[in-house]
């Protein structure tokens, strides 16, 4: 059983920069790829990026370039460092684990997440 918590969500403008972390409990993080999603009102829970075992990432277009994902084993947690943020940003964001044998995965439907954290708003004004 993996709990996740995130934290770091806000109120920024457009073009800001914000910072969201989210803190695993248990002994096992490093079998676990990872990954942040989004919630915008009105839509459907969506991939922003993952990190697999080994330290390799995904993203979504939408945020490639602005986004970065990174993970720290020894802390159990995962970051996300969001630049240049646009109003449509906005959203709940959600941390995700998923427990995998295979090093290399990054599971990008959350189907194949096996924990959730309990989300963090981000809200972008124009």
């Known amino acids: 059983q993996v709990q996740l918590v995130e934290s770091g969500g806000g109120l920024v403008q457009a073009g800001d920069s914000l910072r969201l972390s989210c803190v695993a409990s248990?002994?096992?993080?490093?079998?676990?790829?990872m990954g942040w999603f989004r919630r915008a009102p009105g839509k459907e829970r969506e991939f922003v990026a993952g990190i697999n075992r080994n330290g390799g990432t995904s993203y979504a277009d939408s945020v490639k370039g602005r986004f970065t994902i990174s993970r720290d084993n020894a802390k159990n947690t995962i970051d996300l460092q969001m630049k240049s943020l646009k109003p449509e940003d906005t959203a709940v964001y959600y941390c995700?684990?998923?427990?995998?044998?295979?090093?290399?995965?990054?599971?990008?439907?959350?189907?194949?997440?096996?924990?959730w954290g309990q989300g963090t708003q981000v809200t972008v004004s124009p």
């Open positions: 995700a684990a998923d427990w995998t044998m295979f090093t290399s995965i990054i599971p990008v439907k959350t189907t194949d997440y096996d924990y």
């Open positions: 248990g002994r096992t993080f490093s079998s676990y790829a």
